[in-house]
Each structure stands twice: as C-alpha cells, then as structure tokens.
C-alpha cells in the first residue's frame, strides 16, 4: 500500500483555504508568508515556487525575494532585520543551502523566533527537544501528519531513522520518541546498516543518496517513509533514497518520491504561516 502525500496535503491545503477564507472579514487580512531565495540552485528554485504555488491555492500571501549569490551576508541580515519589524510579515523563510560566504547558522538565528515558520531557529529548536511549544521543522511534521493519517501505530514499536541532520533526521527521531516509538538513530557510519534497518517497524530513510535502501535492508511488513529528493544517475529523473520498485514488496506502507513526503513539508510550512498569523492576530 503507498501513503500518497499529495492526497494528504491536497485535503489539508483544502481545510486551510477554507479557514484563511475567514481571515479578512475576521482579522482584516491573509497570512504573509516571506520567501528569500539566494542564488540560482535549479533545486531551490523549483522549491520556492512549490511554495509559492501552495501559498496560492490556500489564498495565503507570498512574496519570494530573489538575490543573487553576490549578496553579502550584512546585506542578507540587514533584509532579515527589516522583515522582522515589519508588522504585516508572519513567516520568514531562507532557503537552504546558502552560498559558502554566508553563515547558515547566523543568518537563521537572526530570524525572529515568532516568524521562523522553518523550526530551524535555536530556540525553537530547545523547545522541541524540551518537550515545550515550538514551531515544528515542517518536513518531521509532515512525516508524522502523514504516519498518523494512515493509522501506524507508533507507542512501543521499533523505528529506525537513517540521516542525522537537523532538518530531517534529529527532529523526527524526537518526535517518534514523543510517540513512545523506540528510536535508533542510524548514519553513514554505522557498522552493519542493514541488520539495524531490516529490525525497523517504521524505517525513515534521509540520507540524500538516490536509491540508497534495497530490498534487504527492509523487514517484512515495515512502514517505509523516504524523505530523499534526488536525480537517479541513470534516469536523470527525481528519486527518493528507497529503492521503491525493490523494496515495495516488503513494505506494508511506503511512500513515494515525488509524491510523498515532499508535499507535507509545504503543506506544512503553509500551516505554520497560518499559526504564526493566529498567534500574532490573537494577541
Ligand atoms: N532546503 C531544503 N529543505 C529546506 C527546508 O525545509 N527549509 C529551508 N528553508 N530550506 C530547505
């Protein structure tokens, strides 16, 4: 059976277009969402737009600012500084990766934390690891939105995460063991990958290497969530980090890349923009 994202998100999208429809005769107007793009990277770009793109159907606004990669990083934290004084702004959203000159870290703690609609900023990030309100990273929100929605029971199950970052892999890892999963944080240093990943239950693969798990590498029955985004060397086409023709057959629930993950993540930006807005409006 395949969890389809884009039917998850396509119904969540439909609920928050009929909220945000609301919102002008209620609270005078519509979230403002703010994307900054730097550069001309063909995957963020084509990111921004799906942003823009969901921004629109659910009648948020959007405004995507586009810099070249010249810009320096003063010129980025001056923009950010102007943004967060800026009333009729709710989210800020940088796109990642930025130009090696500029300080990653830097630039998303400048944010202020009341519009970091990505999770990223550090405080945010302290209150997720401290069990405390927090602006969730939107793509371990979307996995477990989609997990829920399908009916995976989680409380005392076996999950193993492959990928430590930040973004992906150290959040959703929390977010399982808030669900009472016990959770193995698996990386491209672990001895024996396959005998740890064939014991998964719920196995979320975000490593960012095209067709990474096999067939072996997944048990009977597992639920198989792939996070990858990738260009399969030999197609030249978008694939995920599961081999999904291989591993399907093993696999109760798996989804799909494109199609999977990738639409909860912005279907869940777009409802962080919407809470930022409440919180703001509600005050
Ligand atoms: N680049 C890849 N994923 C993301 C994301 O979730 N947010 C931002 N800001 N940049 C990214």
Known sequence: MIISGKELSAKLKAEMAERVATFPAEYGRVPHLVVILVGEDPGSVSYVKGKA?????????????????????????????????????????????????????????????????????PLNVAALWQKQPCTLPCTPKGIMKLLKDSGVELAGRKAVVIGRS??????????????????????????????????????????GRPKFVTADMVGDGAVVIDVGVNRDPETGKLCGDVDFEACEPKASLITKVPGGVGPMTIACLIENTIEAFLKKVAK
């Open 166 to 207: 930040t973004i992906v892999g150290l959040p959703v890892a929390k977010l399982l063991l808030d669900e009472n999963a016990t959770v193995t944080i698996t990386h491209s240093r672990t001895k024996n990958l396959a005998d740890v990943t064939r014991e998964a239950e719920i196995l979320v693969v975000a490593i």
């Open 53 to 121: 793109k969901a921004s629109a159907e659910v009648g948020i606004r959007n405004t995507t600012i586009r810099r070249p990669d010249t810009i320096t990083e003063d010129e980025l934290l001056g923009m950010i500084a102007e943004l967060n004084a800026d009333d009729g702004v709710d989210g800020i959203l940088v796109q990642l990766p930025l130009p090696k000159h500029i300080d990653e870290d830097k630039i998303i703690a400048a944010i202020d934390k009341s519009k970091d609609v990505d999770g990223f900023h």
